[in-house]
């Protein structure tokens, strides 16, 4: 049984499930973890598992707080709302782990809480490929899927970046200089969640005085990386950064009702994979594409866009619901 920390309903709860001591990741590693850990809004309505990009977690009204919030596009006055997080924590050492296994943890943690399927998972970036494969793995556990900003594989420009971020990390860990290095990888990657646009708008060309010294851009990419330089250790970034590269779904296993919500400008998930995946899967909602200034991080800056999207998946749940308690 899943162990619950916190009475109150409106702030959520956490939730906690033990993992098997013969649990072993596709990899054939073990977790050092010994819990999967998940945060719980609500007591009534049809259950959201909400999923997010490798900085995302348990915590979903503080990374979303935009679209998991009452009267939001997840409704917490109409839904309940499930959040885990990501594995392997900061603390614990790197292991190498896929989407699979990240949907199999969410499984252990269902299944402590006595819930055989969830009416709708929505994810983002990396939460988006969690969900896909989660629907592969568990087609009959289970009811809608919107992706955002995820496809069913990796991009190879996208997985060139990583792969630099993720040698820079084991550079300066191994140097002994890791919170510079989470900083540096952090701030390389910003340059790939937004776009050109967005920069060219923001930032002028003035020079510094001299060179080495940074320009108006680079300010705000030092500000970013030292505001995350200790929110992760570079063993996990690299964890989970190489999990993105690692994902493989077949469209074809995907067979629940599925929305697709991709960007024209995003450089990580590129609007063509957004496409292929919802040319193949056998049961598409909905494909929506869109451009934005924001690209990848469109997910956390498009709200209009986005809240129309959730409410269009979730609302025939919540009207659903509505109509039994009537009847």
């Known amino acids: 049984m899943a162990s619950i920390e ?18 072993r990741l596709e990899s054939g590693q073990r977790l050092t973890a010994t819990q999967v ?23 979903a009204t503080r990374w979303w707080p935009s679209v998991v ?38 499984a252990l ?10 009416d709708a998972f929505v994810g983002a970036s990396y939460g988006g490929c969690i969900g896909l494969a989660f629907a592969a793995l568990f087609p009959e556990r289970i009811g809608e899927l919107a992706v955002i900003s995820a496809a069913h594989c990796a991009h190879p420009a996208a997985t060139a970046v990583r792969g ?17 290095g989470v900083a540096l990888a952090r701030q390389l990657a910003m340059t790939t969640y937004r776009t050109a646009d967005e920069f060219g708008l923001r930032f002028g060309p003035t020079a510094p005085a ?42 074809r296993a995907v067979r629940c009702p599925l929305t ?35 690209g990848h991080d469109a997910f956390l800056k498009e709200r209009e866009l986005i809240g129309r999207a959730l409410h269009d998946v979730l609302s025939p749940l919540t009207a659903l619901q509505t109509r039994e308690i009537a009847a």
Do not use: M
């Not at 916190?6 to 649990?23: E, L, M």
């Not at 943690?109 to 969830?118: N, Q, S, T």
């Not at 040698?167 to 140097?175: N, Q, Y």
């Not at 919802?278 to 909602?285: G, I, M, S």
């Open 6 to 23: 916190t009475p109150d309903q409106t702030a959520g709860q956490d939730v906690h499930a033990s993992i098997p001591h013969d649990f």
């Open 37 to 59: 850990v998940g945060r719980l809004h609500g007591s009534d309505g049809p259950l959201v598992v909400v999923a997010g990009g490798i900085s995302s977690g348990r915590f």
């Open 69 to 106: 919030k009452a009267g939001g596009p997840v409704d917490l006055n109409r839904v309940r709302v499930l959040a885990f997080d990501l594995l392997p924590g900061r603390d614990e050492p790197g292991v190498t782990i896929t989407t699979g296994d990240q949907a199999r943890l969410l």
């Open 109 to 118: 943690l269902l299944d402590a809480l006595g819930e055989p399927r969830v």
């Open 164 to 180: 630099v971020q993720r040698r820079l990390l084991a550079f300066a860990r191994d140097c002994g200089r890791e919170a510079e």
């Open 210 to 251: 001299d060179a080495g010294e940074a320009y108006p851009v680079c300010d705000y990419l030092i500000a970013k990386g030292a505001a995350y330089a200790e929110a992760t250790s570079a063993d996990r970034w690299i964890s989970l950064s190489d999990s993105l590269d690692r994902h493989s779904v077949d469209p």
């Open 260 to 294: 697709v919500i991709g960007f024209t400008s995003d450089t990580l998930v590129p609007i063509a994979d957004s496409r292929e995946l919802a040319a193949r899967v056998p049961n598409l909602r909905r494909l929506i594409e869109a451009p934005s200034i924001f």
